[in-house]
């Protein structure tokens, strides 16, 4: 395979404003100018050749380019339509022998083509769910090297082509959270992924019960995957640089920690623990148990102190109280059976 050149500072910029993209707060558009953060992130990602991988913002195609190197067949889910029609005409100029095949929206039905012009107002207005647009690029023997998916990723529920092993993103910050989370969520063939996040969102990715940065994203990231804060990576290498530095998350998808209980069940508790951070659990958790009775009740039963606070308990926890909440739930009644 002929090598692969990855962007630079001057191309970045060049290929922006060519296209005049100026780049959103709105939509987290800070790009990666130094190849070397590049390749570190695929290198940390554990990429593999002909693996298929998922990313989410490829923006200018920075990182696409990176993952397209290590041999990785991408799928691109990108919010900006401008930005998403750059992408192939970008990749098909840095990668040999890759043509932009086919506009494919056959492949998966119910979706439909986007206005590809860019609303004047996009910087000042929040993203709106909008229908999707694929494009493809193959290489000579028919591969589907990289697939452009042109939609919000926060609603997109499947991807076309075969399903992605890992999740490889420079996040936007705006909903960087959010995206990790549904992405964990809808796509349970994920079984590692490398974020760039916001270093302080990092933290709390990756805190333990009990450290000052623990919290709901911490937990409910738990619930997937393991997560691990695996460098800082400064300003400087964005442009337009943003206000604070950024780290990079390693994930390791795990089984659920209770089969018995659903995933909905647990994060109710988690939101309710952390919404009055400083309170015990047993009243925390009165609102979702009905009383703090019942909530005392549950917390021992899960083989917890009523007295501790969300923040010192794991998801194991979490979702220990949610099955015993549950036990303690009268069963509704049937169609046709009346309540006493
Ligand atoms: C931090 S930039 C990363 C760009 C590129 N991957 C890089 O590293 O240079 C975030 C990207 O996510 C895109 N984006 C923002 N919100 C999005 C959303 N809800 N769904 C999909 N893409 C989104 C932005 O347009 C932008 O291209």
Redesign the pocket.
């Given at each position: 395979m002929s090598a692969i050149t990855l962007l630079g500072p001057a191309e970045i910029r060049a290929l922006a404003e060519r296209a005049g993209v100026r780049p959103t707060k709105t939509?987290?558009?800070?790009?990666?100018l130094d190849a070397g953060t590049v390749r570190k992130i695929v290198r940390q990602a554990d990429v593999v050749a002909g693996e298929r991988v998922v990313?989410?913002?490829?923006?200018?195609g920075?990182?696409t380019l990176g993952l397209l190197e290590a041999g990785a067949d991408v799928v691109a889910?990108?919010?900006?339509p401008v930005?998403a029609r750059l992408l192939p005409q970008t990749v098909a100029a840095h990668v040999p022998g890759l043509t932009v095949a086919d506009a494919d929206e056959s492949r998966l039905a119910g979706l439909s083509v986007v206005d590809e012009s860019r609303p004047a107002d996009l910087a000042d207005t929040a993203?709106h769910p909008a229908p999707s647009r694929t494009v493809v690029l193959r290489d000579a023997d028919g591969r589907a090297r990289l697939t452009v998916v042109t939609q919000?990723?926060?609603t997109v529920t499947a991807l076309p082509g075969p399903p992605p092993t890992a999740l490889v993103?420079?996040?936007?910050?705006n909903?960087s959270v959010p995206?990790l989370l549904t992405f964990l969520e809808r796509f349970d063939s994920l079984e590692r992924g490398l974020v760039m996040v916001q270093a302080e969102v990092a933290d709390r990715l990756a805190a333990p019960p009990g450290s000052r940065t623990y919290g709901i994203p911490s937990a409910k990231v738990a619930w997937y995957a393991s997560a691990r804060r695996t460098a800082t990576v400064g300003r400087a290498v964005f442009w337009p640089a943003p206000h604070v530095d950024s780290a990079l998350v390693r994930l390791d998808r795990r089984e659920p920690p209770a089969a018995t209980v659903s995933r909905q069940d647990v994060f109710a508790v988690v939101d309710a623990a952390f919404a009055q951070r400083r309170k015990m659990l047993r009243s925390a958790l009165a609102g979702v148990a009905g009383s703090s009775a019942a909530a005392e009740q549950a917390v021992r039963a899960a083989g917890l102190d009523p007295q501790v606070r969300g923040e010192q308990v794991d998801v194991v926890g979490f979702a220990r109280i949610a099955e015993a909440l549950g036990a303690a739930r009268p069963a509704t009644p049937g169609p046709g059976t009346v309540a006493p």
């Open positions: 939509l987290g558009q800070n790009f990666v990313e989410v913002g490829p923006g200018l920075s990182l889910v990108e919010i900006d930005l993203p919000d990723a926060l993103a420079n996040l936007p910050y909903v995206v």
